[in-house]
Each structure stands twice: as C-alpha cells, then as structure tokens.
C-alpha cells in the first residue's frame, strides 16, 4: 500500500469523496494534499478522529498549544494510554508575550497535573515553527530511549510542523506537509531518529474551535502567527467588547475592573452594553468581521472570589479578569469558551 506523502492516507483511485484519491498512484501527493501544497486550498471536510490508538508501550508524547491549555486535563490519557509514558510537549510558546516564564509555567502545569492524577515524565515548552527548546527534547527522548515515539494531540496543535522541524534538524526532507487546515494528518506518518521512530499520528478533533463555525479562507487570517501583544481595556459595568463578528463579552455586574485580552488578528470593539446588540446587528459583516453562520446565544459566567479568572475564546486566545464579577457572553451555540480559575504565569 502507498501512502500520501502529505497526509499519510492510504492512495487509492476508486471514490474521489473518499481520502487518499489520486487520479494515478504514481502520484506522491493525494488530491487534497496537491491542492493545499499549491494552492491553500482544502478539498473535503475536516477529519474528526478522536485519540489514536497505540500498540504497543511507546512513549508518548501528547503535544498541545498554548492556546489550549484550558482543554488540557479535559481528557484522561491514562485512560487512553494506560501502559505509555506520557510527556507533555507545550507548543508555540513564542507566540506567548515576553513576561511568560516557562520554567514557572511547566511548573504550574505540573502541580495541576497532579492534582487531576496524570502521571507525566516531563512537561516542557518548546517552537515548533522556530525549533526553540528543540535539541533539549531529542535529548529527552533520547534519554528515555522508547523504540516507538507516538505524537499526539489536537488538531492545530503542530504536530506535523514538529515533525518536520525534527527532520529539517536531521537534515532530512520534509516528512508531513504543514498547514493551518485541521485534520490535515489522515494515518501515521512515520520516519527513524537515531534507533527510535517517529510517529506523527491525526489530529484529535475537538468541537467548538473558530473552525467549525466559519470557513478556512476565514479562520486562517484568524490563527495567531507572531507573539502576542495584550489588549487592555479597563470596564465599568454595563460595558462591553466586540470580538470580530462572532462574539460579545459583556461586564453585567460588578466593580470597575481589567479586562486583558490575548488575541491575534482580530478587531474589537468597546461600547455600552445598552446599544450592543443593535450596533452589533447593524455593523456584522461590514466592521465587525468575519461573521458566522451559526445562530449565537447567549450564556452566563459569575465570577465569584476575588482573583484572577482565565477564559480560553475558542482556540484563539485568552481574556484574563479579576472577580467577583459576572458576565454574558454572546457566541456561537457549542462554542469552545472555557473558564477557568486563576491565569498562567505572565498573563
């Protein structure tokens, strides 16, 4: 059996609704592949696979972005990989502002892991993109020496950009093709670093990101591609800021207080929460953009101790606010808006 050389689909020529097609196996590349490499452009729907299966007592390593540390103990692992060890890679930490410490930051990560029970070797940042901290992780694994090293996570997390960061390290050519696509990765993809293999395995799919609700031409100018610059806005009650044309936070109740947003390209908009709907209604589309499909409603969050709050905004960012206070937030029905209390080290 041959396999894309992009996405690690089996090639196939019967059913082109079906990954893998190729018009002719001597191709390297399926359809879908061809058509991202060239033109960025994705040719079937996102892959919605759940936490691959592991055969044997590899390592694995379960890589997440940093901006989906709110889902990052939603999953039991032990769960899935009862006989693995476990190593939890914390990607693109370049795009976090410069007052992050990632030394205080695993060490967050690790007290949290272990008050949820997940038993991890280590937790480490690292760039995919850049290859920061890259060298100290093959020599991690290395150290620990598995025959088999699995490469897990959600969809978007860079799982294939790490791959080829690996074999760009080792002088090799490009082993998965990279995109800001989700599902993009279809079967393992696999390649030998010194006596150990290399697995990259699908993207795990996770509902209520930017994804599901608008399409890639869209979200793609959304993803946070350079180090992100806190937006401050300081709010009294009956406040409130628009989000692009898919989302509205508003301050209900409570005293005056910080609200610091961590996004990427995305406008927002202060105005009184009185004439927030209509103005909202009358601007989408035009000044506040992109807009979804999808109908929004709207849903509560009480902040009740007088500390700081993180609240992950899809797979886009982070708003961090002090309590007590409460707020309504207006989005995409299922939207993957997570609270959690207290924030990560420099945000």
Known sequence: MKVCKGCGAILQTEDNKKEGFVRSLEYEY?????????????????????????????????????????????????????????????NKVDLLPMTVNFDVLTSEIKKEAAVNHIKLLEVMPISALKGKYLEIF?????????KNVYFVGLQNSGKSTLINRIAQHLEKEEVALTSKFPGLTQGNISFKYNNQTLIDTPGVFEGGFISDYLPYEEFNKLIINKRVK??????????????????????????????????????????????????????????????????????????????????????????????PITLELYAPKGANIILKKGSYHGL
């Open 30 to 90: 399926c359809l879908n592949c061809f058509s991202i490499k060239h033109y960025n452009k994705p040719l079937v729907e996102i892959s919605r696979v759940h936490f691959p299966i592991v055969k044997d007592k590899g390592l694995v390593v379960y890589l997440i972005s940093v901006f989906h540390l709110n889902v990052l103990f939603k999953y039991d692992l032990k769960k899935f990989y009862p006989d693995n060890d476990i190593i939890l890679l914390i």
């Open 138 to 146: 093959l020599e991690t694994i290395t150290h620990y020496g598995h």
């Open 230 to 323: 806190p937006v401050n806005y300081n709010l009294d009650p009956h406040q409130s800021i628009i989000v692009g044309g898919f989302l509205i936070v508003s301050f209900i109740k409570g005293d005056k207080t910080n609200f610091t947003f961590y996004l990427g390209n995305i406008n927002l908009h202060r105005t009184k929460y009185e004439n927030v709907y209509s103005v909202f209604e009358k601007h989408k589309g035009e000044l506040f953009k992109p807009t979804v499909e999808e109908k929004l409603e709207k849903r509560f969050m009480k902040l009740e101790e007088s500390s700081k709050y993180t609240i992950s905004l899809f797979d886009l960012g982070y708003l961090v606010v002090k309590g």
